[in-house]
Nanobody, 123 residues
Protein backbone atom coordinates (compact mmCIF):
# COMPACT_ATOMS: atom_id res chain seq x y z
CA UNK A 1 0.00 0.00 0.00
CA UNK A 2 1.53 3.27 -1.17
CA UNK A 3 1.82 5.87 1.57
CA UNK A 4 2.04 9.60 0.96
CA UNK A 5 2.33 11.94 3.94
CA UNK A 6 2.10 15.70 3.48
CA UNK A 7 3.50 18.24 5.90
CA UNK A 8 4.36 21.93 6.05
CA UNK A 9 0.91 23.45 5.98
CA UNK A 10 -0.17 26.19 8.34
CA UNK A 11 -1.42 29.73 8.72
CA UNK A 12 0.38 32.49 6.85
CA UNK A 13 -0.36 36.09 5.98
CA UNK A 14 -1.01 37.16 2.40
CA UNK A 15 2.26 37.67 0.58
CA UNK A 16 4.02 35.08 2.68
CA UNK A 17 5.54 31.73 1.79
CA UNK A 18 5.18 28.10 2.75
CA UNK A 19 6.94 24.94 1.65
CA UNK A 20 4.94 21.76 1.55
CA UNK A 21 6.59 18.34 1.62
CA UNK A 22 5.21 14.94 0.72
CA UNK A 23 7.14 11.90 1.87
CA UNK A 24 6.42 8.72 -0.06
CA UNK A 25 6.92 5.13 1.00
CA UNK A 26 6.10 1.64 -0.22
CA UNK A 27 6.63 2.58 -3.84
CA UNK A 28 9.53 2.97 -6.24
CA UNK A 29 9.34 6.74 -6.06
CA UNK A 30 11.49 7.51 -9.08
CA UNK A 31 9.09 5.64 -11.37
CA UNK A 32 6.11 7.82 -10.49
CA UNK A 33 5.03 11.24 -11.64
CA UNK A 34 3.93 13.33 -8.67
CA UNK A 35 1.29 15.98 -8.41
CA UNK A 36 -0.15 18.52 -6.01
CA UNK A 37 -3.87 19.24 -5.89
CA UNK A 38 -5.95 21.37 -3.57
CA UNK A 39 -9.51 21.63 -2.34
CA UNK A 40 -10.97 24.82 -0.96
CA UNK A 41 -14.09 24.80 1.24
CA UNK A 42 -17.19 24.24 -0.84
CA UNK A 43 -15.21 23.67 -4.03
CA UNK A 44 -14.04 20.68 -6.01
CA UNK A 45 -10.48 19.48 -5.77
CA UNK A 46 -8.31 21.09 -8.44
CA UNK A 47 -4.94 20.61 -10.06
CA UNK A 48 -2.02 22.70 -8.81
CA UNK A 49 1.20 21.24 -10.25
CA UNK A 50 2.80 18.08 -11.54
CA UNK A 51 6.36 16.89 -12.01
CA UNK A 52 7.78 14.08 -14.12
CA UNK A 53 9.77 11.13 -12.78
CA UNK A 54 13.13 12.78 -13.28
CA UNK A 55 11.94 16.29 -12.48
CA UNK A 56 12.73 17.52 -15.97
CA UNK A 57 9.11 18.33 -16.80
CA UNK A 58 6.78 20.41 -14.67
CA UNK A 59 3.32 21.81 -15.24
CA UNK A 60 1.28 24.35 -13.28
CA UNK A 61 -2.25 25.63 -13.02
CA UNK A 62 -2.54 29.13 -14.38
CA UNK A 63 -3.59 30.46 -10.99
CA UNK A 64 -0.27 29.48 -9.38
CA UNK A 65 2.19 29.76 -12.25
CA UNK A 66 5.07 32.05 -11.35
CA UNK A 67 4.31 31.80 -7.62
CA UNK A 68 4.55 28.08 -6.88
CA UNK A 69 7.39 25.69 -7.67
CA UNK A 70 7.19 21.91 -7.60
CA UNK A 71 10.36 19.88 -7.14
CA UNK A 72 11.38 16.43 -6.05
CA UNK A 73 14.26 14.57 -4.43
CA UNK A 74 14.21 10.98 -5.59
CA UNK A 75 16.91 10.00 -3.12
CA UNK A 76 14.60 11.07 -0.29
CA UNK A 77 11.37 9.93 -1.97
CA UNK A 78 9.95 13.37 -1.36
CA UNK A 79 8.14 15.94 -3.48
CA UNK A 80 7.93 19.59 -2.52
CA UNK A 81 5.73 22.55 -3.29
CA UNK A 82 7.28 25.95 -2.65
CA UNK A 83 4.51 28.52 -2.42
CA UNK A 84 5.40 32.19 -2.60
CA UNK A 85 3.30 35.36 -2.75
CA UNK A 86 0.42 33.51 -1.18
CA UNK A 87 -3.08 34.88 -1.57
CA UNK A 88 -6.23 34.28 0.50
CA UNK A 89 -7.64 32.35 -2.46
CA UNK A 90 -4.83 29.82 -2.04
CA UNK A 91 -6.50 28.68 1.19
CA UNK A 92 -7.26 24.99 0.81
CA UNK A 93 -6.33 21.49 1.84
CA UNK A 94 -3.34 20.49 -0.28
CA UNK A 95 -2.91 16.90 -1.39
CA UNK A 96 -0.01 15.16 -3.04
CA UNK A 97 -0.62 12.28 -5.40
CA UNK A 98 1.36 9.67 -7.33
CA UNK A 99 0.61 8.64 -10.88
CA UNK A 100 2.05 7.25 -14.07
CA UNK A 101 1.36 10.04 -16.55
CA UNK A 102 3.66 13.04 -16.04
CA UNK A 103 1.76 15.09 -18.60
CA UNK A 104 -1.66 14.78 -17.01
CA UNK A 105 -3.37 17.21 -14.69
CA UNK A 106 -6.40 14.94 -14.41
CA UNK A 107 -7.01 13.47 -10.97
CA UNK A 108 -8.10 10.17 -12.47
CA UNK A 109 -4.51 9.61 -13.61
CA UNK A 110 -3.23 9.72 -10.02
CA UNK A 111 -3.94 6.48 -8.19
CA UNK A 112 -2.44 7.18 -4.77
CA UNK A 113 -3.20 10.14 -2.51
CA UNK A 114 -2.06 11.57 0.77
CA UNK A 115 -4.34 12.71 3.56
CA UNK A 116 -3.79 16.40 2.89
CA UNK A 117 -2.37 19.36 4.76
CA UNK A 118 -4.26 22.57 5.50
CA UNK A 119 -2.97 25.89 4.16
CA UNK A 120 -4.70 29.02 5.38
CA UNK A 121 -3.77 32.44 4.03
CA UNK A 122 -5.08 35.43 5.96
CA UNK A 123 -5.67 38.80 4.35
Amino acid sequence: QVQLVESGGGLVQAGGSLRLSCAASKLTFSTYAMGWFRQAPGKEREFVATISRSGAFTSYAGSVKGRFTISRDNAKSTVYLQMNSLKPEDTAVYYCAAGRNPYSSDQVDFASWGQGTQVTVSS
